[in-house]
Each structure stands twice: as C-alpha cells, then as structure tokens.
C-alpha cells in the first residue's frame, strides 16, 4: 500500500525537507490588513516588519473543510491512503475541520492530533514518513506516532512578549512586567496546549544558552537522531553556539529551521527554540537502517 504523510504549513518545514521525506502539506491563510496570502507564500519578516509598523498582529485562519477536501482529493489520485498529522486541536480547528473532511474517502484518510505545532509537528511526520517507506499499514503507522506524541520536547525561548500579549495569551501586567525587566519566558507544549514554564532574564544571548542548557538537562534522554532549532529571528551567532551546543549533546541530524508565517504571528520576533523526540531510552522506537 502506497500511503503519503501529510501535515498543514503549520510543520515549518523547508522545501528541501519536504522534499526528502515526501511530506505534502496544505497552508493556513494570512490576512495583513488589506492583503491576504497562504503561509509559506507570506514569510515571517514580512509578520514581523507588518507589526512594527501597525502594532496589530495579522489573523491566520485554519484550513477549512473545502480546501481539505481538495487537498486530500488530488493526493489520492497517486496515493492508496494517507496519515495527516495536524496542529494541535487545542490551539486550532483545523484537525476537526480535517476529521471532518476525511469523512469522505471511505477510510482512506488517517488524521492525527499531534497536540503539537511547528516542528514538533514535523518530528512526528519524519518518524512518520520512515515508517510508511518501510510497508507499514496507516493503521499501524497511526499507532506507533501516536505512541511519541507525548515524549515530545517542544519549547522556545521569547524575546519579546508583545506577540502573546496583543494575542490575549499574556496580561497587561506581565507583558510590562516582562518589558521593565527584561523577560525572556519559555514557552512549552504540555497536552497540546502552550504554557509557560521557566523566565530567563537579561542578555537574549545568554538567555538561549541557559534556556538550551536547561532544557537538554530536563529532557535528558534525546533520541539523538534530529533535532529542529526553530527560530523567527535569530543571530547567526546565536545559532552557532546553539548548533555546537546540540553538537556536544550527540544530535546526529540538526536543522535550524525558520518559522513560518502562522507560527511567527503568535510567538513574534526573537523567538527560538530546540526541539526534539525525547524517548531515546525506549524500546520499540523506530530506527532507520
């Protein structure tokens, strides 16, 4: 059975990564005030530099039932069945608008919560798409993906809080809170949700490097295979010491990654973070040969 891994734009993925593992994927919609276009197609400078100038953040809209339908429709005419992995349902509609599409095709289409965003999402349809090179069922593929969903290690570091805070995710006295002292929170996924865990304070740089350091001691069991370094905006610097820091850790496969439009336009400029699958210590996990 020919079975294709399918994400929304959501995964933040670059086209050489697409690509390599065959993982299609269908865009959220951007609206910057009067202009309107898919993710992918508006990048996340063009968030950043509409938000200095206007101080509104743009709205992004989930993929609908129509475009999912037409979406899973022309993959189908090469593919025998598909798994899309979809952005968390707790922070988006689109999973149950997919669900609700997938009702369709006669159970050729597998949809999964992957309770994450960004390339979190994208850890779980690389595992995805070895399993499905390998022969394996969608049902069984759905199966061993779900199993990592809740060892993923999916958080950032922010620089800025102004994002979260026109979004209504921060209050008026953390956000000048957070602006008088200087603030650097980390934002983690915990069930599908984003919270905050750990505040870092100073120097952006030094923050990175604590909040890395940090996160690599908690979540100390890595499957060593790939790590993502996804960032809005970042100091090449910063990216170095961050690779080299991976590197020293035993991280196989690294990519710094570029977050996309939909994911810019909640967590803002600044924004960095390592993510990874950390189950490196359990048996059954899927290893390429």
């Known amino acids: 059975m020919k079975v294709c891994i ?39 400078r063009e968030i950043i530099e509409y938000v200095n100038k206007t101080g509104i953040l743009p709205k992004t809209s989930a993929v609908n039932e129509c475009q999912y339908t037409d979406f899973f429709k022309e993959i189908l005419t090469e593919y025998d069945a598909i798994v899309h992995i979809s952005l968390s349902s707790y922070i988006s509609c689109a999973y149950q608008n997919a669900v609700n599409a997938s009702k369709q095709f006669d159970n050729k289409i597998y949809i999964i919560d992957s309770k994450e965003l960004s390339t979190g999402i994208a850890l779980l349809a690389i595992y995805a798409s070895k399993l499905a090179n390998n022969g394996m069922s969608p049902f069984q593929i759905v199966n061993s993906v779900v199993k990592r969903i809740p060892n993923n290690q999916t958080s950032f570091v922010l620089k800025r809080v102004d994002y979260l805070y026109k979004g209504g995710r921060c209050s008026s006295l953390s956000y ?114």
């Open 176 to 289: 000048l809170s957070a602006a008088l002292l200087k603030i650097r929170p980390q934002i983690v996924m915990s069930n599908g949700t984003m919270m905050s865990r750990k505040r870092y304070v100073g120097k952006m740089k030094n923050c990175i490097e604590k909040y890395v350091k940090d996160t690599l001691e908690q979540f100390n069991t890595p499957d060593l295979d790939t790590v993502f370094i996804t960032y809005s905006t970042c100091e090449e610097s910063d990216l170095e010491m961050v690779k080299n820091l991976l590197k020293e850790r035993g991280f196989k496969n690294i990519y710094p990654t570029e977050s996309g439009a939909t994911i810019t336009s909640h967590c803002g400029e600044g924004c960095l973070g390592i993510l990874y699958q950390n189950d490196g210590n359990s048996e059954g996990v899927y290893i390429e040969k």
């Open 6 to 44: 399918t994400a929304e734009s959501t995964i933040d993925l670059p086209i050489e990564l697409l690509n390599k593992y065959n993982i299609k994927t269908v865009p959220f919609t951007i609206n910057l005030g009067d202009k309107t276009g898919l993710d992918g197609e508006i990048k996340s």
